[in-house]
């Protein structure tokens, strides 16, 4: 929908805007801000992907839409963006120096004339948005930033951001962090960094002293959507970051649950989780490895696919579905785990992180975009199984469950975390 009209500022305790990358999850997870501060009596503007105006507007913040900068909302990125078809540490530098960084000028371009026309008291922006900090640093107007991904910051004791490696202890881990941290500098993020450093200096800002990765979290204000036990140990993380639990969303006013869903929430057997988040959409990627590998165990399938359809589901799989399985496109997350004994997933972090809200343990698959990084942090912390693979066999998903449900200390772990996680309302 197009940008509604702007309250006169008269009318407006505070106007905020926010600014996010045109995926989902980026795109929604701050929409409980955005309420709570509507509720308050604030303005919002929010620069945000077309597929996501509706959305924005029913919580009471105006929408901006990107016109430089490339809007592909409602689409694969990897159709607008080929070159990030793949997985690796190579995909997520691409990532960063034709995407996160790469726009950062096109959104300095867009929001210069609103920031011109409205007085705006401060910015919010998902960690990737690049170009925010800049338009701040230009305008004088204070931004924050919010965390819905593993926290990057380097740090002596901390592997460096992008391999998926776990800490190693001592003299040798930090001389390996270091190792590691140039090369992966050089051959992952040089090019990020060429293109953050010749940005600023387009921008006729002065050099940024931190490296660009670094700069995902504002120096005045980072709210990281989690909690110290699902990261690494750290020795120098700035006060300037917040830890705020999970973003959970607010409660859907208008789902309705699916014929079968009483069968979940009475299930005499363990209910398992399945999801390959909201950008994946090729089945056979975890979720038919999953029912063919489930199909004879004596747990409930609960599949949520983000979009496709059960027709679609069933045509992936090559016929009809497993007695126990139950699969619609969304559950929301807050009831649906209330009710599971097991997540599988990809590893998107805030599916991950919700699960852990509630204790759930995980089985993790998926090495793309950065979830090698959320899988080195499964195992870190003991929550779950990582198969370190985005496409596992039916009998690696089925001995990952047994494992998890057998074995209760992966239960025990995720315990911890949502116990850590119970006093944070990050909305």
């Not at 009209?5 to 929604?28: K, M, W």
Request: with cysteine; charged share 20%.
């Amino acid at each position: 929908m197009e940008s509604q009209p702007i309250l006169a500022p008269e009318t407006v305790v505070a106007r905020f805007l926010f600014a996010s990358i045109p995926v989902p999850a980026h795109s929604t997870n701050p929409l409980p801000f955005a309420a709570r501060l509507v509720e308050r009596g604030h303005e919002v503007l929010w620069y945000s992907g077309r597929a996501f105006h509706d959305r924005i507007a029913a919580v009471g913040a105006t929408p901006v839409p990107y016109r430089a900068a490339t809007d592909f909302s409602g689409r694969e990125i990897t159709e607008v963006f080929p070159q990030l078809v793949g997985a690796g540490p190579k995909v997520i530098g691409r990532a960063f120096a034709d995407v996160f960084v790469g726009e950062a000028a096109r959104r300095v371009a867009d929001l210069r004339p609103v920031l011109a026309e409205h007085r705006v008291d401060a910015m919010l922006q998902d960690g990737l948005m690049y170009g925010i900090g800049m338009l701040g640093e230009l305008t004088g107007v204070p931004h924050a930033t919010f965390g819905d991904g593993p926290l990057p910051y380097a740090d002596a004791d901390t592997p460096p951001f992008g391999p998926g490696l776990l800490p190693m202890r001592g003299p040798v881990g930090r001389l390996r962090n270091r190792v590691v941290a140039a090369a992966a500098g050089r051959l992952i993020f040089g090019r990020a960094q060429r293109v953050y450093d010749r940005t600023r200096a387009d921008l006729g800002l002065p050099p940024d002293p931190r490296p660009a990765l670094d700069a995902v979290a504002s120096p005045m204000l980072h709210l990281q959507g989690c909690t110290p036990s699902f990261d690494y140990p750290r020795r120098q993380l700035p006060p300037t970051v917040h830890w705020v639990g999970a973003l959970r969303p607010d409660p859907p006013r208008d789902w309705t649950p699916p014929a079968w869903w009483p069968e979940v929430v009475g299930s005499a057997v363990p209910v398992v989780h399945v999801t390959q988040g909201s950008i994946r959409p090729d089945m056979t990627e975890l979720v038919v490895p999953a029912l063919r590998g489930l199909a004879d165990s004596p747990v409930l399938v609960l599949v949520t696919t983000g979009g496709p359809s059960v027709a679609e589901v069933e045509a992936a799989y090559g016929g009809p579905l497993p007695a126990n399985a139950r699969v619609t496109d969304f559950v929301p997350y807050d009831l649906a785990f209330r009710h599971v004994a097991v997540v599988v997933t990809n590893g998107g972090y805030t599916g991950v992180t919700l699960a852990l809200a509630h204790g759930v343990p995980l089985v993790q698959a998926g090495r793309t975009e950065e979830k090698a990084e959320i899988a080195a942090r499964i195992r870190w912390t003991g929550v779950g199984v990582a198969l370190g693979t985005t496409r596992p066999s039916p009998a690696a998903v089925r001995a990952g469950v047994r494992r998890v449900l057998d074995e209760p200390s992966f239960g025990a772990a995720a315990g911890r975390v949502r116990d850590e996680m119970a006093p944070h309302d990050a909305g």
